[in-house]
């Protein structure tokens, strides 16, 4: 039997019946067709699944999509306006943080949580932050470059 759930996702308030064994991961997925959030391992080791669940970073895989009833969820989809990257995503781009691309939406989401409880954060306090989130290319130096810039940019033009 499903169940009837109700979200803001992206700014936009979304309605639906599911299951209630549904993963967020697959109901933003599968039924929204929200696929900038990746499954990378299904156990919450990876962190490529990572959302904002009112405002907090937390791994999509781990949470029911009825668990989920209720709250605001920002997925990486929901960063960009007017065509231009948010601060997060363009100091990605330009400090080479992106690699691959597979744990990129997930580490941006855990950064964007990192920078509101740390707005300077140090090299110890990023790696610390980013320690739920496995980028399995070639290390982590530019994604921690990519998060000082970015530290430095909202400092400069917080968003909105």
């Known amino acids: ?6 979200l803001e996702i992206n700014g936009k308030s979304v309605a639906q019946e599911v299951e209630p064994r549904l993963l967020l991961v697959h109901f ?10 990746k499954v990378g391992c299904d156990t919450s080791q990876c962190g490529a699944c990572t959302v904002l669940m009112d405002g907090k970073a937390v791994k999509s895989c781990t949470v029911l999509a009825v668990q989920a009833d209720g709250s605001q969820i920002t997925t990486i989809e929901g960063l960009a ?3 231009e990257y948010h601060p997060v995503q363009q100091a990605f781009w330009e400090q080479h943080g992106l690699q691959c691309g ?7 989401m855990s950064v ?8 300077q954060p140090t090299e110890a306090e990023i790696r610390e932050g980013l320690e739920g989130n496995l980028c399995r290319c070639t290390g982590y130096h530019n994604i921690v470059r990519a998060v000082q810039e ?8 917080p968003v909105a």
Not at 1 to 6: G, H, K, L, R, S
Not at 28 to 37: I, K, Q, S
Not at 102 to 108: E, K, R
């Open 1 to 6: 039997m499903n169940v009837p759930i109700q």
């Open 28 to 37: 933003l997925r599968d039924v929204l067709g929200l696929t900038g959030t």
């Open 81 to 83: 306006h007017d065509s």
């Open 102 to 108: 597979y744990c990129t939406p997930g580490m941006i």
């Open 112 to 119: 964007l949580d990192l920078l509101q409880k740390h707005p």
């Open 150 to 157: 970015a530290a430095t940019r909202l400092q400069a033009e």
